[in-house]
């Protein structure tokens, strides 16, 4: 990783499930925790052992939500914690000093070609989960947009996808015509049902998610079933409800939980 703008670049893609830029990561990353795991255990097979719990680790640490893409030092941080597991907490300090010493001579431990291998065929799974959670987070933050724009007070600036206008030339049946083509041309009700279902606990503590899912799926179906007629009066009771429950700044939270 040479500059911080083509990290930030390789980790934007591997965050969207690209394989070739997990497949980069490994191997800009991997020597690095290899060569603190064989510094600190001394042999090359539970050298090997830790690194692949690292790594796949690593790959879970991407798919978090509010990934902060510092991921050389969560790297260094999760070695830590795995070799004080399996050896000594002083043993792994120890050898994260003498790794940073490694790498500015060009003295790093190569992995291993059959551990490598071995992690590079797990890839596509772990890119196809990455791939799977970049489309739902991408679909809910559009829904929550949605929203934003059924809230907006008159004067506001509209922006979906490629329309943009102000409302001050747009015409309220105009704008509410774009909305409901949004809301079903993306089938937006769907995606919130999706991630309703997907709550692993939405009656005890995803209860408030789960609450502010079923009101923005309620609130579309109105959008997408409402007439034109009366396009003024639907935009201001849409308004209201969206800002009463808050509900644009709940779906943009519960996307990047994802």
Not at 1 to 25: F, I, N
Not at 32 to 46: C, D, F, S, V
Not at 57 to 66: E, F, N, T
Not at 184 to 195: E, I, K, T
Request: aromatic share 6%.
């Amino acid at each position: 990783m040479k500059t911080v703008r083509a990290e930030r670049a390789m980790l934007w893609r591997c965050r969207r499930g690209d394989a070739e830029a997990l497949s980069v990561l490994l191997y800009s990353l991997g020597d690095e925790i290899y060569t603190i795991a064989w510094l600190a255990l001394g042999e090359e097979a539970a050298a090997g052992e830790a690194t692949a719990a690292v790594w796949r680790r690593l790959l879970v640490v991407l798919a978090r939500p509010w990934f902060n893409g510092q991921i050389r030092q969560r790297a260094r941080v999760l070695a830590y914690r795995e070799i004080g597991r399996r050896g000594s907490v002083r043993a792994a300090r120890k050898a994260l000093r003498q790794e940073l010493a490694a790498a500015k001579a060009g003295d790093l431990r190569r992995v291993p070609e059959p551990l490598a291998q071995e992690l590079l065929s797990e890839l596509p799974g772990h890119a196809q989960l990455l791939k799977e959670k970049s489309t739902r987070r991408t679909r809910l933050k559009r829904t929550g947009l949605v929203l934003m724009v059924a809230g907006f007070s008159v004067g506001g600036f509209v922006l979906i996808g490629t329309y943009s206008r102000t409302l001050a030339s747009a015409t309220p049946a105009l704008l509410f015509q774009t909305l409901q083509q949004e809301v079903a041309g993306r089938n937006l009700v769907a995606v919130l049902r999706d991630a309703l279902e997907d709550l692993p606990d939405p009656e005890g503590r995803n209860q408030a998610e789960a609450q502010a899912l079923e009101q923005a799926g309620l609130i579309l179906e109105e959008i997408a079933n409402a007439p034109d007629r009366g396009a003024l009066d639907n935009m201001q009771y849409i308004r209201e409800r969206v800002e009463k429950g808050n509900l644009t700044e709940e779906l943009f939270f519960l996307a990047d939980k994802i």
